[in-house]
């Protein structure tokens, strides 16, 4: 079956306590991206990336890490986090950067106190 | 200034009735994409529908169409015979395509909640 997955699906965590969110999909998609969703916000694009080893800004990277040393995997990394950094958080991946349509994996809700 | 513009912050509709959901944007590009997003009570995110610029037909897909007026810059999503399960938020998101290099970073509408009743 054709999905994107991410973990965990919940974290309650401290701040500054190094965390890692994984996200993998296996459509051998080139263009993976990271959103965080916000109440009355809507989403909006931490980082992405367009294929192995390239990687580059969202609107709101300040704060998160990524890396994507292959092609299905694109964790999301913050090395620090705060409380400011909790959310509901979306990893996507399309074929290419300029397919219509997007995958997305269920979410991760997380919660920095 | 937002790119797009969701305006009703909720709908309610009554079971089999038709339903639309206004979406406007701002882009100075000639070459974008328009998408419609839901997302019900279990949080994912399920893509409904996509509109390119240039395209010249309203995109239709299944219940789901696109009514797309360009010159006013608007996309709004119809329902037909809107169902129970129909009940989610809906996101407008566009792509702007910038030319070779452009990032395409997607912009996300705040969201409908759309209530439908029996």
């Known amino acids: 079956e054709a999905q994107v997955t991410q973990n965990p699906r919940y974290l309650i965590t401290v701040t500054g306590k190094k965390l890692t969110v994984t996200c993998s999909q296996n459509m051998n998609h080139e263009y993976m991206s990271w959103y965080r969703q916000d109440p009355g916000l809507g989403l909006r694009q931490i980082y992405y990336s367009m294929n192995v080893e390239v990687t580059d800004k969202g609107d709101v990277p300040e704060g998160y890490k990524v890396s994507r040393k292959e092609k299905r995997n694109f964790p999301l990394i913050l090395e620090s986090p705060s409380p400011n950094q909790t959310s509901l958080y979306f990893c996507?991946?399309?074929?290419?950067?300029?397919?219509?349509?997007?995958?997305f994996g269920p979410g991760t809700r997380l919660t920095v106190t | 200034a937002q790119k797009i513009t969701q305006t009703q912050p909720g709908m309610f509709v009554q079971e089999k009735e038709a339903v639309t959901l206004d979406c406007t944007y701002d882009t100075s590009d000639q070459s974008y994409g328009l998408f419609w997003y839901k997302q019900p009570s279990s949080g994912e995110m399920i893509f409904l529908i996509y509109q390119g610029s240039y395209d010249e037909q309203n995109a239709t897909e299944g219940r789901y169409s696109l009514n797309f007026q360009k010159a006013r810059k608007s996309a709004n999503l119809v329902i037909s015979a809107s169902q129970l399960g129909d009940s989610a938020m809906y996101f407008c998101a566009m792509r702007e395509g910038r030319g070779s290099g452009g990032s395409y970073i997607p912009t996300f509408g705040r969201g409908t909640s759309l209530i439908v009743h029996p």
């Open positions: 996507a991946s399309s074929l290419w950067r300029n397919s219509y349509e997007q995958y």
